[in-house]
Antibody, heavy 124, light 107 residues
Framework: QVQLQESGPGLVKPSQTLSLICSVS??????????WSWVRQHPGKGLEWIGD???????YYSPSLKSRLSISVDMSKNQFSLKLRSVTAADTAVYYC????????????????WGHGTMVTVSS | DIQMTQSPSSLSASVGDRVTITCRTS??????LNWFQQRPGKAPKLLIS???TLQSGVPSRFSGRGSGTDFTLTISSLQPEDSATYYC?????????FGQGTKVEIE
């Protein structure tokens, strides 16, 4: 079955770029009908959607993060990645990657598979 | 952005109790509503999609109802392993948004 695994630095300095990779196993990022997503969770808080990417490269970003955000996909490595520029302490969170699957109607999407999450702390 | 309001924010109930969590959206989202369970230190788990479609492997004591702006997640007979935080999430339009969560504790 499809599994996702986040990787990247656990500590990032303020003003630098947060870079994470999500490795996909048991399936392919180029499978049609699936989007690939990033979601974060601030300590003790709720879930916040960051953005989605399709294997074609089409992206959807959260408006609140769009100016600092870049999500890309690497089909040769079967992974997708997140780059968040100019980070501050407010970006300290657990970052999850997830797969988005749509139902037969194509109108209802859901995060059906999640990685375990990786904690990223922004601190000098 | 579509605002999501969950209630209650927390509840405590006994094993065997029937528990209902409500999610209200700021505009109609038809049936584009998902429910997740998150246990401490774990990733969220999809329970229900499309407001009422139970995911494979999810116990049948979980059920979802609703359309438009009002939705419910019901646990028909609460079990100890149901202690978790539950989130609703709309997939009607980006940015996808989540409710603030409902923490369910076992008395």
């Amino acid at each position: 079955q499809v599994q996702l695994q986040e990787s990247g630095p656990g500590l990032v300095k303020p003003s630098q770029t947060l870079s994470l990779i999500c490795s996909v196993s048991g399936g392919s990022v180029s499978t049609g009908g699936h989007y690939w997503s990033w979601v974060r969770q601030h300590p003790g808080k709720g879930l916040e959607w960051i953005g989605d990417i399709y294997y074609s490269g089409s992206t959807y970003y959260s408006p609140s993060l769009k100016s600092r955000l870049s999500i890309s996909v690497d089909m040769s490595k079967n992974q997708f990645s997140l780059k968040l520029r100019s980070v501050t302490a407010a970006d300290t969170a657990v970052y999850y990657c997830a797969r988005v699957v749509y139902d037969a109607s194509g109108s209802n999407g859901a995060f059906d598979i999640w990685g375990h999450g990786t904690m990223v702390t922004v601190s000098s | 952005d579509i605002q999501m309001t969950q209630s209650p924010s927390s509840l405590s109930a006994s094993v065997g109790d029937r528990v209902t969590i409500t999610c209200r959206t700021s505009q109609s989202i038809r049936n584009s509503l998902n429910w997740f369970q998150q246990r401490p230190g774990k990733a969220p788990k999809l329970l229900i999609s499309g407001a009422s479609t139970l995911q494979s492997g999810v116990p049948s004591r979980f059920s979802g109802r609703g359309s438009g702006t009002d939705f419910t997640l019901t646990i028909s007979s609460l079990q100890p392993e149901d202690s978790a935080t539950y989130y609703c999430q709309q997939s009607y339009s980006t940015p996808w948004t989540f409710g603030q969560g409902t923490k369910v504790e076992i008395e």
